[in-house]
């Protein structure tokens, strides 16, 4: 009889399903940055093991350009981890600012939360722009965020998604930086319309920090756009972090690190449901 107890135990403990949850989503996406480069940093690119890592729902589907595929969670959400290189010489993995937002989100005491990760390698904002006559990257977001989506309803789950994490504007041509507050709005309304459950979508976008006039200018686009309209916009500034690119152009592990948290930091005060439990 104990025996069969205990088998029967051990039955219901691996068929019994996960926990049901709401879970709060936060969409990443933009360009290299975003995608984050391993390159530059040294001789241990890892971001290191966090015990958040674990407790944080992580999807992503990566882009190099629009017909190749850097790699995707397999359909699923796994944990908060390193996603597929090997394409752009030195980045043998990626990752990006979703490790430091995860960590500090769960640090600030929110749970039943995930990052949807669909970034890509370069490209102008053209490629976020439904209008646009190659507008593979929006496509993209949408199909990305559509499918982990219905996995997560698929488990009991119900959801919402709250955030739109942005880091894009280091390739965008002088055309592209001149719109590139209009092109950031038109993306977070169309996502609001598009995405299920996202009516309630904030925007934080990370300031670019390569120098150049027309990465002056997205700069200051994105700077504006926040500053005149903070209920649906958020920025910071990455600037402090130039002595932290070994290129000029791409973030290494600390800065990367740190823009997560920033990140992290503006949603903690904007974001209603990423706030944490009394």
Known sequence: MKLAFTLLTALLLVTAPARAAHVKLFVLTGQS??????????AEPSPGADAADKEVRFYWHNLANVSKSLGDSGGAFTTLREQ????????????????????????????????IKA??????????????????????VVRTVTAATTNLAKGGN???IVGLLYLQGESDSPAEAA?????????????RRD????????????GIAATGAARDTVRAKHAALAAADGALFSFFSTTDLRNQMP?????????????????AEACLRKVNSAAPPP
């Open 247 to 263: 290129d000029r152009l791409h973030f290494n592990k600390p800065a990367k690190l740190a823009i997560g948290e920033r990140f």
């Open 84 to 115: 597929q290189g090997g394409f752009y010489k030195g980045s043998a993995t990626h990752w990006g600012p979703e490790i430091g937002f995860g960590r500090r989100l769960h640090r600030a005491g929110v749970r039943d939360f995930g990052i």
């Open 33 to 42: 940055n975003s995608l984050g480069t391993t390159d530059g940093d040294g």
């Open 158 to 160: 119900t959801f919402e």
């Open 119 to 140: 970034s890509r390698g370069g490209g102008g904002n053209s490629f976020w722009s439904k209008a646009a006559a190659d507008h593979h990257m929006y496509d993209h």
């Open 179 to 191: 719109i590139a507050d209009t092109r950031i709005q038109e993306l977070a309304d169309n996502l």
């Open 195 to 206: 995405l299920p459950h996202a009516k309630a979508l904030h925007t934080v976008i990370a």
